[in-house]
């Protein structure tokens, strides 16, 4: 079917093109109630759907909100419930806010420019970046930005107090880390090991600071040197070691459910009295036979702030200084340790 234009309407209604563009833009003061109706029925009808970019070009403002999800050249899965749910918490409040999303897995700062040079954008929130790349945006990027879960240097941090259209939006990961190993080193003893995704130990970011933070724990409570690392990418390294741990902190949900599935898979069990403790709360924990002590760091409301917190920006122009950096209350809940309660951590 073909593409409703605005010359299409005028055609139908029997009126100019520029008449046609002022009642479908509210701009309708001079124009008879009747044919008003008649061109918003008929819009309708023909399904007109705008061009927010060509909108955006003559009017001067944008409601196209980008939402970029930092890569980094690893393989990137929207289907992922963390992105899931904060993308959630993203669309809902800018439907109420009356802006429109725009999803991109970006790899490099090219990439980012070539999207800004395809669409009008009002702002943009930007997911999991590097602390290199995020500096490289503030300097470049005109837009208000929102950063969620990415960590900068000092340097960065000092773009970001020197910037009035920049946020940062994150979980407490080094506090939440430390008191997931200290419940851990409680209830199971020091046979402890931390399981992740890739990382560089040397940089900055998020899974960085939860190693740090669980380290600091293990330490803590009477560690020798520092707690094991195994990799996703060496799962049957921990495989061929587990049975010298009784505790694991994992840093996200679905690693911890695929470290149950290939044990259980190559060993036959997963041992019911080793322990784990994750992050996200992911609800397709609930499935799995195994009980998986998790952090929940709240996605959809941290989506929700982030979309917020765009939009209060493009309305004020700047951003409120001690908006700069938030953090989004998270909450340890404890399953099967040998402890009572959950803890909150704002």
Known sequence: MKKATLKDIAQAANVSIATVSNVLNDRHHKVSQETVAQIQALAQELQYMPNLNAKALVTKASRLVSVLFYSGGRDFNYSD?????????????ARQENYYILLHNIESLEAVHQVRRQWAFAGHIVVGCDAHMAAAMIESVSE??????????????????????????????????????????????LDLAFLSYQFEPDQVGVIQARYAGANAAYQAAGGQGDLPIYLNTKLDD????????????????????????????????????????SFDNIPYLQYLATEVNTIDLNQVHKGEEAMASLSRVLQSGQTAHDQRQQYIPANLINKNLSLEGSTSHD
Not at 158 to 182: I, P, R, T
Not at 241 to 254: E, F, K, P
């Open 238 to 277: 921990l495989i061929k070691d587990l049975s010298n741990y009784r505790g694991l902190m994992v840093t996200a949900d679905v690693l911890a459910m695929e470290l149950v599935k290939v044990s259980q898979s190559q060993l036959g069990q997963w041992d019911p009295n080793r322990r784990l403790m």
């Open 81 to 93: 419930p963390f992105v899931a749910s904060l993308l959630e918490g993203i669309e809902r409040i």
């Open 144 to 189: 208000p930005l929102v950063f969620i879960d990415t960590y900068l240097t000092a340097q960065g941090q000092a773009l970001v107090e020197s910037s009035d259209h920049v946020q940062l939006l994150n979980s407490k990961d080094y506090d939440l880390a430390y008191a997931g190993v200290e419940l851990l080193a409680r209830s199971q003893g």
